[in-house]
């Protein structure tokens, strides 16, 4: 079987590759090859040189590609697909996690409770934490009473009293239901 893979040449701690046509069978320091279709230094970025049309025939007649070489080809638009995973076994591929950012956001003022009317007037300080995004205030509507009848304060006694609440009929209601 045919395959396209990559042949290492350079000097020490210099390393070039070719990339070579070869039978799976030789081995990779041999120098027997079919065909050398390009080359790639990885220690330098936008040095590799693919013959195209040689690399799409070979593939074309059954050649395998090796997991490097697929991805090479890929990367330089020479075929489509998606990339292989050629990590050793024992290498577990790392995921990369978005990184999320923590501005620190001032502390919001305290914010003070309205005091009802007829009460005595006393402060509440509340601590709101601080939020990612800000809520829109939303202003209560004023909230209109209704009316309060003054109480008369009298001497009577309470028996009289409550004979007097007795007998008296709030307008709204019917006369004959109050005995």
């Given amino acids: 079987m045919l395959k396209i893979r990559l042949q290492r040449t350079g000097r020490k701690h210099e390393p070039t590759f070719r990339l070579v046509v070869t039978d799976s069978k030789n081995s990779?320091?041999?120098?027997?090859?079919?065909?050398?279709?390009?080359?790639?230094?990885?220690?330098?970025?936008g040095s590799t040189i693919i013959n195209a049309d040689r690399a799409k025939h070979w593939l074309?007649?059954?050649?395998?590609?090796?997991?490097?070489?697929?991805?090479?080809?890929?990367?330089?638009?020479?075929?489509?697909?998606?990339?292989?995973?050629v990590l050793p076994k024992k290498t577990v591929e790392k995921k990369e996690e978005p990184v999320v950012e923590v501005k620190a956001q001032p502390k919001a003022a305290p914010v003070v409770a309205p005091a009802p009317v007829a009460a005595p007037v006393v402060e509440a300080v509340v601590e709101v934490a601080p939020v990612s995004e800000p809520e829109p205030v939303v202003e209560a509507a004023p909230v209109e009473e209704a009316p309060v009848a003054p109480v008369e304060v009298s001497s009577e006694t309470p028996s009289e009293v409550t004979a007097e609440a007795a007998t008296e009929v709030a307008p709204d209601t019917n006369p004959e239901v109050v005995a």
């Fill in 60 to 85: 074309a007649q059954g050649a395998q590609a090796s997991g490097t070489v697929h991805n090479l080809l890929i990367t330089n638009n020479v075929i489509t697909g998606k990339k292989i995973n």
């Fill in 28 to 45: 990779t320091k041999s120098g027997k090859s079919l065909e050398t279709i390009g080359s790639h230094d990885f220690r330098r970025k």
